[in-house]
Every structure is written in C-alpha cells, then in structure tokens.
C-alpha cells in the first residue's frame, strides 16, 4: 500500500505516516487526517523567493497548498510579485510590497511569514489557528527583539519586530499595519514589519507572542535519524 509521510512532529515526536498525505507527497488528506486541517484554509504563508530558492522541496511539504511566494517579476507560482528587482540589501522594500498586498487577502485570518531555509510543524501551526483566530486583538508571534541605529535615529529606532525566519500574525494585525512609514537608508527588513506594526497598531495594543522554536527549524532540520540542511549553497 503507498504511503507518504505527514509532518506531525508536534503531536507525536517523530514522522507520523498516513495514507495519501504528507510533508513529502500530495496534498493533505483530510477524511484520513481529521477535519481540524480545514482549519489550514485560513492561512496563507508568505514565502519571499529568489532565483535560489528550492521551489520543489517547499512544493513536498505541507505548506504547498498555502504558500504565496513573493517575487520580484511574474513567474509561475508567484502569487505576490512586486515589479522591481531584490537584493539583500533591498529586502525591505520587498517587505513592504508584501504587507501592501495581504490586505486584500480577505479571506485569510492569519498569516505566516518565512524564510526560504525555514521550516514549521504542521500540528504548532494548527495549534496556534486554534487559539488566535477571532482574537480579539492584533497578534504578533515570533522571537521579538529591539531595533537599535545611531546611524539612522528615525521611526524604527528602538522598534519591537520578529526574527524574519518565522512570524506569524491574525488580519487585526494587517488591518492596522502603516504601510507609509518613513526611515531613513536600507534597514533590516523585519524590523521595517515590525515598524509597520508599532506606528500603525500602536505597540500596547497587540499581542506579543513568544514562538516554541523546538517546532521551527531554521538553516537546518535535526530530528532522531534525520538531518536536512536548509541553508543556502553558494554554487547554485
């Protein structure tokens, strides 16, 4: 009988199998998987991609039906595409054309943000859909810290803002982000979100969550007899 594996780390510690669904085969099956995963239908993950990025290995796991990949020109696949040309030291811009276009996904509730060498647990994930969807105010998950620039002392000085390999946010969020928010130079692109989110929701009104890194892997995948390296290789 054919067989493919689900990503379940979170709920059973090791590499659950079910039929007909997993992080490396087809899209989930829910009459085998539990009608919890609909609530999956919520989501939408926004995937910043580059010329390097392994659009195939995301394609073979759980997030391939929820992925909007973000592009710099229109390809195939890209969901978001921001007409200019990335670089390292542009991300930001290409942060902002995200946040301008989820405001039209109106029927997403909530959001993940991640990077091209990060992965999330399916079952963290759902769990997280559980509790903050409806929620009453704007939430902010991650591993937050604080911006600092002597350099440049202007609106993202000091700003509370998410590590870009993951964060996840609800639509309250979205709706009050400041999508017109001035600083000065090229800034890290996080702490531009997280600019967004203080001058436009106002920093005591959301809720800072701290995210579980045991269910997030970021430049490598470590688990029992498995190791996956999800870092960038410099001859591709």
Not at 54 to 62: E, L, R, S
Not at 106 to 128: N, P, Q, R, S, T
Not at 206 to 230: A, C, F, G, P, S
Request: hydrophobic fraction near 35%.
């Amino acid at each position: 009988m054919a067989t493919s594996l689900l990503f379940a780390a979170g709920r059973y510690g090791y590499w659950q199998a079910y039929t007909d669904a997993g992080i490396f085969g087809n899209s989930l099956s829910r009459s085998k998987i539990g009608a919890e995963y609909a609530l999956l239908d919520k989501l939408a993950v926004i995937f910043p991609v580059n010329n390097n990025t392994d659009m195939q290995f995301y394609q073979n796991t759980w997030l391939r039906n929820y992925l909007y990949p973000v592009c710099d020109w229109p390809g195939p696949g890209c969901k978001i595409v921001c007409h200019r040309l990335s670089t390292y030291r542009s991300l930001h811009k290409k942060t902002k054309c995200f946040a301008r276009a989820i405001k039209r996904f109106e029927d997403k509730e909530l959001f993940i943000k991640l990077d091209d060498d990060a992965l999330v647990d399916i079952d963290y994930v759902i769990g997280l859909i559980k509790k903050y969807q409806g929620y009453h105010k704007p939430v902010y998950i991650s591993d937050h810290q604080r911006a600092g620039s002597r350099k440049y002392p202007d609106a993202l000085n000091g700003v509370r803002y998410g590590n870009g390999k993951f964060y996840m946010f609800n639509r309250k969020l979205v709706q009050c982000l400041d999508l017109d928010i001035k600083y000065r130079g090229s800034r890290n692109e996080d702490s531009v979100f997280g600019g967004m989110v203080s001058n436009g929701c106002g920093e005591n009104n959301v809720e800072y969550v701290q995210e579980d890194d045991r269910w997030i892997w970021h430049k490598e995948y470590t688990n029992k007899n498995k190791h996956i390296d999800l870092s960038f290789i410099k001859n591709h």
